[in-house]
């Protein structure tokens, strides 16, 4: 059973390993009046990637606790959309960083906001983040609560930038702080494979199989910076499941070229019934 | 100013970023009735600590507060030494991962526990954590609050293990879920370097300083797997500033010679008053 804590009114334990270790995973949600935009993705990887850190947490637990939210929350925001956070930790016990003999009783922190200001529709200005991405291939792609890396990239942001992207040791372009990214060339599309990524988002999947069904091909490979320059290019995209997609048009200084459609193609409000 | 949060009787708040990603870090401080052992590498690591991670703190706070729990704790304990550990966190303010504008106001989670039980003085048995270890060279040392890995990794434990050793990409050893480690050539001491390292802690310091002071030499380099059986090789030693000092008598299975005396020379209480 989870233990479901009110963010707005109530506090969380101070033994909560989440706090202790970040040992706990998270979920951005979108929501449109009592509904979920990408519902199932998100649950369906909140339950996975619990699977992946072996915390016990079942889909329809999840599903009543976003319906919940819905109707404690959805009608007071009207017809402007608001976000909906969910913390999931493993709960409080074990011996420093081991786990208990029998599993803890996870906590399930529920947060509500309002929708961050959309980015512009002509295309963003974005730059390189300094503060290197380290992945650990065990828990690549997984949305945990070590978050530690972006919160110190954003250091970096000075105002003038939608996002910052990140870069691993090779100089590979990973992601941005809170988005994925795609690379358009002629038809082809390209965006880094998960095992080398920090958070794998559900708009990623969503976009990557937007893109398949309309019969476009879409690569998962390493992103170089020269990719940019490459004959072909045809833009570069960031993307995640509150904003959405956006083009970039300028980044680290250079202008890109920003091509619209892809959120024509890929847009998730079509999900909601 | 801190906020200080006594975990015995107080939540806390669940918009704090500790919890939220990680930004925060901790130490855990052995106490002799109302004294604090290897205080001030531990409040000295603390404050150095949080300023690479730009979380504001004055050493006379900490201070303070490490005084004020000796007086609340120390007596109850009689003669056995307990734990006291300390949890800063960045607060809670901010738009995701970027901060707010103007420094939130940190917390300070102060929580006490009892002594773990101390490893076998003539020897422990260790193994290798098949979790690899990853670390972001501009946090290499900083004992964040993102811990995951160590987490992931001791659910390798079966109970036969005191400790568990993790590797980098290239399987050198580099520390143990909860401990530094050294090893002994001749008379040639090898650490891995801070810029290798998830955690330096600072039993990790103390015994570097008491070698050097003794007039050992101590190289900071990389510890390669086949280091056990080169030429010369005395012993593997794991150090934390709670358990102390321990050597390794099997690693992985195969007996590894035990050389005793670090403990001694290397010993924390001496810096009581």
Redesign the interface.
């Known amino acids: 059973m989870l233990n479901v804590?009110q963010?707005d009114s109530?506090?969380?334990?101070?033994?909560?390993?989440?706090?202790?270790?970040?040992?706990g995973l998270?979920e951005t949600i979108r929501m449109r009046g009592r509904q979920a935009v990408l519902r199932s993705l998100h649950l369906d990887r909140m339950v996975a990637d619990a699977g992946r850190?072996?915390i016990p947490v079942h889909r329809d637990q999840l599903d009543a606790e976003v319906e919940r939210a819905g109707i404690i929350h959805g009608d007071a925001y009207g017809a402007s959309d608001w976000v909906l956070k969910l913390?999931l930790?493993r709960g409080s016990g074990g011996?420093?960083?081991?786990?208990p003999e029998k599993n803890c009783r996870p906590n399930l922190?529920v947060?509500v906001s309002a929708m961050?200001p959309f980015p512009d529709s002509r295309g963003v200005v974005a730059d390189f983040s300094q503060?290197?991405?380290?992945?650990?291939?065990?828990?690549a792609g997984i949305k945990?609560?070590?978050?530690?890396?972006?919160?110190?990239?954003?250091?970096d942001?000075t105002g003038r930038e939608f996002e910052l992207i990140m870069r691993d040791a090779s100089g590979n372009l990973v992601e941005g702080?809170?988005t994925n990214l795609f690379v358009r060339h002629g038809n082809v599309w390209t965006t880094p494979p998960v095992s080398s990524l920090a958070v794998a988002g559900v708009m990623r999947k969503y976009v990557i199989d937007c893109l398949r069904e309309t019969g476009s091909e879409v690569r998962e490979e390493a992103v170089p910076p020269s990719v940019v320059s490459r004959s072909g290019f045809r833009g570069l995209y960031l993307v995640n499941s509150v904003v959405g997609i956006v083009c970039v048009r300028r980044l680290a200084g250079v202008e890109l070229p920003v091509d619209g459609g892809l959120e024509t193609i890929c847009d998730p409000l079509k999900t909601l019934e």
Not at 144 to 155: G, I, K, W
């Open positions: 804590i963010a109530n506090d969380v334990p101070a033994a909560d390993r989440g706090l202790a270790y970040g040992d998270f850190l072996a913390i930790t011996r420093g960083y081991r786990l922190i947060s961050p503060f290197p991405l380290t992945v650990n291939p065990q828990l945990t609560l070590n978050r530690l890396e972006q919160v110190m990239a954003s250091r942001f702080t809170r």
